[in-house]
């Protein structure tokens, strides 16, 4: 016999009737399938400040790419100097030696 046929609900009070609906309230509730306008007001305030975050890290993210990028550059220019400040100043040390 299946559930939704009059014949199983026949000997059904209202009381049972109230108490089904009461209780898949509940569950519904608690499966998040209903959600209350203040819990869903904060729910959707924690998700927009998750985002203006989010945002905001991202922001801060490339300006710190760009400053190490910047140093980045420096750094390799500044070992390239040295490294040719360093072979002019063997190539000087070399040619004084052997004219010695």
Known sequence: MSA???A???GVGVVTV???FFLFGVYAL???WIVFGPAHR???KAKD???AHANGREL???KTIASLTNVLTEQRVSGEVSAHILSAIR???SSRAGSS
Do not use: H, M, Y
């Open 18 to 20: 109230v108490l089904l």
């Open 49 to 51: 400040d998750a985002i």
């Open 30 to 32: 608690i499966r998040g």
């Open 4 to 6: 939704l046929t009059p």
């Open 60 to 62: 801060e993210d490339a």
């Open 8 to 10: 199983a609900w026949n």
């Open 42 to 44: 904060d729910i959707l």
């Open 91 to 93: 190539d000087v040390v």
